[in-house]
């Protein structure tokens, strides 16, 4: 069972939402299709005007779960074990000035944090102490600082070697820049790669993908705004470049990711939708040889929505899609040029057209299925940016559990159904979120049995199986 350590989970923002589920194509006023709302929180409850760029982090020893969300002036940091009802512990001020643009990334148990505000460097926290916030929202400080750039657009950390990668500062011609966090408080330079230009963004991986000619080598893919370029870092005091592609229709060259196996790069330009009028489009390149990379094919989304950030985990490709809130696509059968969106969440209801009002970024790598998204409001008074949590519908609450005993339904209404057709169920628990118990049960007959929650206040609660680990059930 999860450790539950915080005694401040009653503590909810005044302005959070309670969890809405997705039903005939809407949740609440948000157009939906497979995706629920959980929560949702506005950037003026962080005592802010806007929000963009976000991240996440899972305590190894806790195994709760935070949100590190960007602010124009900060960073908020947020316990969302219970994501219907997010604590909101505090947030680390900018090291200088209030910017549009802010990007968090994650070492072990430390936050990497740069901005576009002048001199800004890049700030160092020490998630552990979310672990014993007494009083929220608490204004925290910096525990390192690292000033070898002022101002970035991006960071990239690779944790297989322990380096981070500011990208799009005013070193090394915009090309990455490398800092040394082995020691996370004593971040180090450690040279850059000047020879392609600006990085906009980047990805680093220790490649495994199909080119054995690079196998173990750390490798960066830069999006250099009318290029991908791809260079060999391993030996951070001599980069090698590998190459360079281009394609058609560039407009500016943003953001990209790996497939799992690294065999396809999934790029997204930013400004091709608004320069020529394409819907949502995403480039699937083929980087089978990295020397020589392909044009794979391309992918048009059902909208005319600008493309932001872009992620893959397993089979799914994420997509914050501005205003077109938030895509999930399969690209299971990518190697036969298809890719298929299995759902979305739109939380701009203005229009679907291409701008840069709404989603700004999506982190899908929680273990929960709590997805994050971070919103922005470029150019319209009218949208209220901050942050959103969604999960998936009707969510799989017994992938810990063996695969026999069926747990329906879910979001729980009154009465909560465990069956097996051929495993033993010998116990079962219910706690609330705060580790109380309230119902146990042993030598359960038939393998089946019934809860009668409908006493129950809606939130989250905790099922223990048969001694399995704790998984959470939502009721609403």
């Known amino acids: 069972m999860k450790k539950i350590i915080f005694t401040l989970a009653t503590f909810v923002s005044m302005v959070a939402t309670a969890q809405t589920p997705c039903s005939n194509g809407m949740a609440g006023n948000y157009p939906c299709s497979g995706y629920d709302l959980l929560s949702e929180i506005p950037a003026s409850a962080f005592g802010a005007s806007n929000a963009n760029d976000s991240w996440g982090w899972t305590d190894p020893t806790t195994d709760s779960e935070y949100v590190l969300l960007g602010l124009d002036n900060g960073?908020?940091?947020?316990?969302?074990?219970?994501?219907?009802?997010?604590?909101?512990?505090?947030?680390l001020p900018t090291h200088t000035t209030s910017s549009i643009w802010r990007d968090i990334k994650t070492y072990g148990n430390y936050a990497f944090?740069?901005?576009?505000?002048?001199?800004?460097?890049?700030?160092?926290?020490?998630?552990?102490?979310l672990r014993n916030v007494t009083n929220p929202p608490q204004t925290f400080t910096e525990d390192a600082h690292y000033n070898g750039f002022g101002n970035a657009h991006n960071l990239v950390i690779n944790e297989e070697v322990e380096y981070a990668y500011g990208v799009g500062t005013s070193t090394f011609n915009g090309g990455p820049h490398f800092v040394d966090i082995s020691d996370p408080l004593n971040p180090t330079a450690a040279g850059g790669f000047q020879v392609d230009g600006y990085s906009h963004d980047g990805q680093v991986v220790v490649y495994n993908g199909p080119d054995a000619d690079y196998a173990g080598r750390e490798i960066y893919?830069?999006?250099?705004?009318?290029e991908i370029s791809i260079v060999d870092i391993t030996n951070k005091s001599n980069p090698v470049a590998i190459s360079t592609i281009t394609y058609t229709n560039t407009a500016y060259t943003h953001q990209g990711w790996f497939t799992e196996d690294q065999k396809y790069f999934l790029l997204g330009d930013e400004i091709d939708e608004i320069n020529f009028g394409f819907n949502t489009r995403t480039l699937v390149f083929d980087f089978s040889d990295?020397?020589?990379?392909?044009?794979?094919?391309?992918?048009?989304?059902?909208?005319?929505?600008?493309?932001?950030?872009?992620?893959?985990?397993?089979d799914n490709f994420y997509l914050a899609?501005?205003?077109?809130?938030?895509?999930?696509?399969?690209i299971s059968d990518i190697d036969n040029g298809n890719m298929t969106e299995t759902?979305?969440?739109?939380?701009?209801?203005?229009?679907?057209?291409?701008g840069y009002n709404g989603a700004w970024n999506f982190y899908p790598y929680f273990e929960s299925g709590t997805l994050l998204v971070s919103t922005l409001s470029f150019s319209d008074p009218n949208f209220t940016p901050g942050m959103l949590l969604i999960r998936k519908s009707n969510l799989d609450i017994e992938d810990n559990l063996t695969s026999e005993i069926s747990i329906f339904p879910n979001p729980v209404s009154n009465v909560l159904t465990i069956a097996s057709p051929t495993a033993k169920i010998e116990t079962i628990a219910l706690y609330d979120i705060l580790g109380n118990q309230l119902f146990n049960a042993s030598e359960i007959s038939e393998n089946k049995t019934t809860l009668d929650i409908s006493s129950f206040s809606s939130g989250v609660y905790l099922l223990n199986i048969n001694g399995n680990t704790t998984k959470k059930v939502i009721k609403e």
């Open 321 to 330: 899609n501005y205003a077109a809130g938030v895509r999930v696509i399969d």
């Open 75 to 91: 960073t908020a940091f947020l316990n969302i074990d219970d994501p219907v009802n997010p604590v909101y512990l505090g947030k």
């Open 290 to 314: 990295l020397d020589n990379p392909q044009l794979s094919f391309e992918y048009s989304g059902a909208t005319e929505a600008t493309d932001h950030n872009g992620y893959v985990k397993g």
């Open 221 to 226: 893919v830069g999006s250099n705004e009318t």
């Open 113 to 129: 944090v740069i901005s576009e505000a002048g001199n800004h460097g890049m700030q160092v926290f020490d998630l552990t102490r």
């Open 343 to 354: 759902g979305f969440f739109d939380m701009y209801t203005a229009s679907d057209v291409s």
